[in-house]
């Protein structure tokens, strides 16, 4: 069982900043690809940021160069540094990992966070 648990949310002026973190736990060999997601009220769930094992990365068009995702694999620790936040941020962010259980792996496996709440309001 793997569980991932975000925190950092919370409530910021826009222009602030705020670093949203996700921590995975569980039977994970490796880490194939994290995600970041979000969904604001009454619309749909949108990719924000990804990064790949081999580093690369992408961003929605609304965040680039506002935001960066990074991992520290090492400690199976997922980043969202969020900059120069504005009102349309405000939304639940989920972070995503896809992962193989173990070195025989042949399935790749999606574990979902429970989200946090930023709210970007002055």
């Known amino acids: 069982q793997v569980q991932l648990v975000e925190s950092g949310g919370g409530l910021v002026q826009p222009g602030g900043s705020l670093r949203l973190s996700c921590a995975a736990s569980g039977t994970i060999f490796s880490i194939n690809a994290v995600n970041w997601y979000r969904q604001a009220p009454a619309k749909q769930r949108e990719l924000v940021a990804g990064i790949s094992s081999g580093g690369g990365t992408n961003y929605a068009d609304s965040v680039k160069g506002r935001f960066t995702i990074s ?11 969020m900059n120069s936040l504005k009102p349309e941020d405000t939304a639940v962010y989920y972070c995503k990992i896809s992962y193989y ?8 496996l999606d574990a979902w966070g429970q989200g ?3 709210t970007v309001s002055s």
């Open 71 to 81: 991992t520290d694999n090492a400690k199976k620790m997922q980043y969202l540094q």
């Open 116 to 118: 946090t709440l930023v």
């Open 101 to 108: 259980s173990s070195y025989y792996s042949t399935n790749r």
